[in-house]
């Protein structure tokens, strides 16, 4: 089956950069997506990552290495809006569905 | 377009009730997926379907869950009889899969109802 490890929570202040790591375990690969969730809200979309390297999106940048099964997500220029739960996911066996990791909780203070 | 469009999105009621979640999806897109999220056990795919028909219910937890989409812009996700463990937020999400299974790995979330069930 399908798992996914991420850190249970990040500190971090406004301006600085954060990584938030994860790393999976899946039958079958089909890349590697990013999601945001703040407080209350729906997870958002951030990134999607299906070949090794570097995707940057803004402020937001996502890094897959498919050898190591591990990739980030990486937050430049933090600012308290930032602060969220950041998932990872892959897609199930199937192909069909994507699996959550457990999520991330940033925390950014002024 | 409104986005994912769920109802209620707050819902209390008493174990041994029917509970029944609502989900419109965004107009085109041929996947839906329910999900639970709870703190302990995080986003669970409950399960998912692609041009109305269900392919994957292993993540539905038991026989009181059932879900349905009668047509490509409405499903639901029936619990009976709820019991306090199922009081959670779930969350109905859509996305457009394309020919032989392609996904797109972006889905589109409501905004969830919170259950709860004393």
């Known amino acids: 089956g399908q798992s996914l490890e991420q850190p249970s929570e990040v500190t971090a202040v406004e301006g600085a950069i954060v990584q938030i790591n994860c790393t999976y375990q899946?039958?079958?690969?089909?890349?590697l997506s990013w999601y945001q969730q703040h407080d209350g809200g729906a997870p958002t979309f951030l990134s999607y990552?299906?070949?090794?390297g570097l995707e940057e999106t803004g402020r937001f940048s996502s890094f897959l290495s498919r050898s190591d099964s591990y990739g980030y997500l990486l937050l430049q220029e933090l600012q308290m809006k930032d602060s969220a739960s950041y998932f990872c996911?892959?897609?199930?066996?199937?192909?069909?569905?994507?699996?959550f990791g457990k999520g991330t909780t940033l925390s950014v203070s002024s | 377009d409104a986005g994912v469009i769920q109802s209620p999105r707050h819902e209390v009621t008493e174990m041994g009730q029917e509970v029944t979640l609502r989900c419109k999806p965004i107009?085109?897109?041929?996947?839906l997926f329910w999900y639970r999220q709870t703190m302990m056990r995080g986003l669970e795919l409950l399960i998912y379907?692609?041009?109305?028909?269900?392919?994957?219910d292993s993540g539905m937890p038991e026989d009181r869950f059932s879900a349905k989409m009668p047509n490509a812009s409405f499903s639901t996700l029936k619990i009976q009889p709820s019991e306090p463990r199922d009081s959670a937020v779930y969350f109905c999400?859509?996305?457009?899969?394309?020919?032989?299974?392609?996904?797109?790995?972006?889905?589109?979330f409501g905004p969830g109802t919170r259950l709860t069930v004393l």
């Open positions: 996911a892959v897609l199930n066996q199937a192909g069909t569905a994507l699996i």
């Open positions: 999400a859509s996305s457009l899969t394309g020919e032989r299974g392609v996904f797109y790995n972006e889905q589109f």
């Open positions: 990552n299906a070949l090794d």
């Open positions: 107009s085109g897109h041929n996947s």
């Open positions: 379907f692609n041009n109305n028909v269900p392919i994957d």
């Open positions: 899946t039958s079958g690969f089909y890349g």
